[in-house]
């Protein structure tokens, strides 16, 4: 009842706000003067005259009228925009709760009064160039000292979530540019949530083409929503930047209110001119790592070292090695400390002939974890369910060197050298209890506890050097790409463990594990590719390629066991030791035709390749070769109706091969009550993936509608198959099968709703995964489905309150056809915020997330959660460049660490501990240092001025 009753009495406090305002109202009707008619859906706009901020916006009805609601009486600049038609602007004053009627207002055509006028261009809030949006900054009212992620917030057609992802249009943003420069390696939230929006001179969003699009000048189809933040010019001469210092106290995770908080944060960047130069720095225990969305693989911190290639092959050049598993971000599970820092550099010179750009990263984070998970195992006719906590320590870091460099030594031909390389180290201490027991909870079934400690280095490099060519004939190009990549891991393992199982045939089965784990991996990956294109015509393209690559790995895992005498690890289990090798070469020629035509765009073609297998079990001395003729159809249509209004359709086929792991004949029983094992016979497998996608946007309404779906169907695939034994222990391996597939389908729709200041709109999603299986050799087919459905509501009163409401509502639907028992559940995810700026600098904030869980009969814990966040700030200087932060963070300290998930014959629900309550007291200092003698930047307002 409480968090309910927070809710309305903040929405009031809100709403109240503008309650005692009347609005000012201008209207008029819009007229073509030379033939005396009315012009409908003409674009006018309101700014404010002394900052050229934009207040509101609308279009014409059909008879030419329009009406504009301005927030308070001010002193306004109206412009009427109409293709074909001088822009007219005027200067007006209205008082709050006044209409001024402007009447007829009279346009004229350019071609008319060129022969009287002459026109000085400024600029406008928003314009649009062919595909790009471009939006002046200063024309988007913020707070003082507001961050990137402010300002976009406040731009129609872009949202950014709660985790900082942004979305543009309905697409998700993949890269985000800073004067065009990729900045600390592409990291999109240490651009938003760090650089100033004041910094921000034009906002543009775009779909990037690829590079090779881009060097042919031949649209392939393939593009990137992409953010590209221009700076002011007086920002490129000095240096600029933020320091945050924060401290409190709170609970320590176990309900106890003696844990010390603290969260500091430094960045400075220094421009000139195209010189970038920036530093950051990141220390605190809150959760705040300084890393962003999707940034695992840049940083060279993913476990999944796979690749797509432009052939078709899906190649896996790593060895998976869950020894080293940090990504650099913290997902919210345990109580974290961690310290990031950062260094970018870019340059060009010699008229742009030579461009330089690298990125150092440095990352650790120390974490404390107490979990316990609960699993129901779905077994032919029955199922258990198992009971595990967990207690570890981990220890990670990590640092990250990339970059690149080009030369252009003519604007006919480049070289691109693009390096990377990073080493990181991973140190664990965990411990687990185990029970299992029937359905119906009155049978125990097995019993049991571990402890595993690990030591694991990771070393990881990679060269890419490419040279394009483009010859005088418009599309004639020549590409040729040597990429290189080389990783080892190393680790040392200590596993101690006892299980006992309770079987009804033979008894109590008792297995006690003492073992020392040496592991020693590496993989290495040469490939080369020549690509040529030609004009056919005026619309039709040829590309041609040819692709040798060479992939190999090797991977060898050691056991050893106790002797009898000093207890020391020197014998050597066989069971679970192994030394194998798996090496990869493949040849590909591939050929595509592509039309380009106006608003067509359409390719088809494939490619064919000889991928040579060779496997070897260097400790037993065999050796499996095998070979694939394999052809990868490729197809791709495009159609634009306009600049911002697009439909695609897509058709690819692919292979993946198996992982080493997946093939290697080792018992690994890290894990004893779940114990993998290779297949030497595992075959790649091959997928057919269809997909569509449409997207529109109006950029005066702020309305956007995409919608798209995926299908994919797989063959032969690399499917789990599972054994269990001694009734709870589980042996899996893989097996090619057939008949899976999976489906996703989304769309959305936002709009700004007519003659008001909210953002209003809604998404949905459906996710279908079809799995066939085996477990105990019986067949078993699952459905695990997933519906989402989200509205999203944004209010905005110009420097006076903000507020954003969004839900999500998941319902997920598993089934298995081993088990008569459907595992479904609901859950809910309510978000809520705001901000009321108040007299003197003060501002006040709150945000609320109410997580609701259903309970099932496996998951009976109420793990519904009301976390209420809420903030006091006051500034300080001229300029507001100094502030004063109160913060309370989970104040109702309800917040629990929480995850569900289901697969093709288990679901399991995972508890753990996590950051409840605290509070910080903050100091938030945005410094600006510019030449001497910079003009200050332009705010002048939008359109064209007319003069005699």
């Known amino acids: 009842m409480r968090p309910r009753l927070s809710v309305i009495l903040l929405f009031l406090v809100f709403v109240s706000q503008s309650a005692f305002a009347q609005p000012a109202i201008i209207k008029g009707k819009i007229q073509d003067t030379l033939n005396n ?14 900052d050229s901020v934009m207040e509101t916006f609308c279009r014409s009805k059909d008879d030419g009228s329009f009406e504009l609601k301005a927030a308070t009486g001010d002193k306004y600049l109206i412009m009427i925009t109409y293709p074909g038609f001088a822009d007219y602007i005027d200067v007006i004053t209205v008082k709050e709760g006044k209409t001024k009627d402007m009447g007829n207002v009279p346009m004229v055509t350019r071609s008319h009064l060129l022969t009287e006028f002459v026109f000085e261009q400024n600029r406008g809030a928003i314009k649009v160039k062919g595909d790009t949006i471009e939006y002046v900054a200063d024309s988007f009212k913020t707070k003082d000292n507001a961050t990137v992620e402010d300002l976009l917030k406040k731009l129609p057609g872009l949202q950014v979530d709660k985790n900082g992802q942004v979305t543009a249009q309905g697409e998700k943003v993949q890269k985000i540019l800073v004067d065009g420069e990729e900045f600390f390696s592409d990291d999109p939230a240490v651009v938003t949530k760090n650089l100033q929006a004041n910094a921000v001179d034009k906002v543009q969003v775009f779909d990037k083409k690829s590079d090779q699009a881009e060097f042919t000048g031949i649209d392939d189809g393939v593009k990137i929503k992409t953010i590209d933040l221009k700076l002011k010019e007086d920002k490129k001469k000095g ?87 940090w990504n650099g971000t913290y997902n919210g599970q345990g109580l974290p400390t961690a310290w990031t820092a950062g260094a970018h550099f870019a ?48 220890t990670a870091m990590r640092h990250n060197l990339s970059g690149s460099y080009e030369w252009k030594p003519d604007t006919s031909q480049s070289l691109k050298l693009t390096f990377g390389g990073n080493y990181a180290n991973t140190q664990t201490r965990s411990d687990y209890s185990n029970k299992s027991v029937s359905a119906t909870g009155d049978t125990l079934k097995s019993i049991g506890a571990r402890a595993l400690n690990t030591d694991a280095t990771s070393k990881k490099e990679n060269v890419e050097a490419l040279y394009r060519k483009r010859f005088k004939k418009k599309g004639r190009t020549i590409s040729v790409d040597v990429n290189e990549n080389y990783k080892e891991t190393n680790s040392t393992s200590f596993l101690r463990s006892s299980n006992t199982y309770y079987t009804d045939t033979i008894g109590n089965v008792t297995m006690p594990i003492n073992q020392e784990k040496i592991n020693a991996s590496s993989t290495f990956s040469l490939s080369g590719k020549a690509e040529y294109t030609e004009p056919l015509s005026k619309v039709a393209y040829i590309d041609a390629s040819y692709a040798l690559r060479v992939d190999n790995s090797a991977a060898q895992k050691t056991s050893l066991d106790t002797n009898n005498t000093d207890r020391s690890y020197t014998d050597t289990n066989a069971l679970y030791t192994s030394h194998y090798a798996y090496n990869v070469l493949v040849n590909t020629g591939a050929l595509a035709m592509r039309f380009v035509y106006k608003k067509f765009n359409f390719s088809f073609g494939g490619s064919v390749s000889d991928a040579g297998y060779k496997q070897q079990d260097l400790r037993h001395d065999t050796t499996y070769n095998y070979n694939y003729l394999n052809f990868f159809p490729k197809a791709n249509f495009n159609y634009k109706f306009e600049n911002q209004a697009s439909l695609s359709f897509s058709y690819s086929g692919s292979t993946r091969q198996p992982t080493l792991q997946q093939i290697q004949p080792l018992l690994d029983n890290t894990d004893p009550n779940n114990i993998a094992t290779g297949n030497p016979d595992l075959k790649q497998e091959f997928r057919h993936t269809l997909s569509g996608h449409y997207n529109s946007y109006k950029v005066l309404s702020g309305r956007y509608i995409w919608a798209g779906g995926t299908f994919n169907f797989i063959q032969n695939a690399i499917t789990r198959v599972d054994e269990i034994v001694y009734g709870t222990q589980r042996i899996y391996h893989y097996e090619n099968m057939n008949g899976n597939y999976s489906a996703s389908f989304y769309g959305g729709w936002g709009s700004r709703i007519p003659k008001t200041d909210i953002q209003g709109g809604f998404w ?132 629990i660490g929480f995850s569900r998930y289901a697969e093709s014959n288990y679901i399991y629900q995972n508890n753990y501990n996590t950051i409840r309550r605290y509070g910080l007291i903050s100091l938030i200092w945005n410094f600006t240092k510019t030449a001497a003698g910079t003009p200050a930047p332009d705010n002048g307002g939008g359109g064209f001025m007319i003069q005699k």
């Open 239 to 325: 240096y600029f930047g933020k320091v945050i210092g924060g401290g409190g106290a709170g609970d320590n995770g176990t309900g106890k209110n003696d844990k010390g908080y603290y969260e500091n944060q430094a960045m400075i960047n220094r421009f000139k001119g195209k010189l970038q130069m920036s530093v950051f720095g990141v220390m605190s225990n809150t959760g705040k790592v300084g890393l962003g969305w999707g940034d695992a693989d840049k940083y060279g911190a993913g476990t999944s070292n796979s690749e797509m290639s432009d052939d078709g092959m899906y190649y896996t050049y790593s060895t998976n090695d869950d020894d080293v598993s």
């Open 37 to 50: 008619q009315y012009l409908p859906h003409a674009a006018v706009t309101l700014l404010h005259a002394s």
């Open 764 to 895: 949905g999603s459906v996710n279908l995964a079809h799995t066939n299986s085996k477990v105990n050799n019986e067949p078993n087919v699952s459905n695990n489905n997933v519906y989402t459905f989200g509205p999203r509501i944004d209010y905005n009163k110009k420097d006076k309150f903000e507020i954003s409401f969004n839900s999500q509502v998941n319902y997920n639907d598993n089934h298995s056809t081993i088990s008569t028992n459907a595992v479904s559940y609901w859950s809910t995810d309510v978000s809520l915020s705001g901000s009321v700026q108040l007299p003197l600098k003060f501002e006040i904030g709150t945000d609320i997330d109410w997580y609701i869980r259903e309970k099932t009969t496996v998951f009976p814990t109420n793990n519904n959660v009301f976390k209420w966040n809420a903030y006091v700030s006051k500034k300080f200087l001229k300029k507001s460049q100094l502030e004063l932060r109160a913060s309370a963070f989970d104040i109702l300290n309800q917040n």
């Open 347 to 394: 340059n060009k010179w010699n008229e742009d002939k030579n461009h330089l750009n690298a990125n150092y990263r440095f990352a650790k984070q120390n974490i404390e974890t107490i979990g316990n998970t609960i699993t129901q195992y779905i077994t032919p006719g029955s199922s258990y369910n198992t009971a595990e906590t967990s207690n570890s320590y981990s």
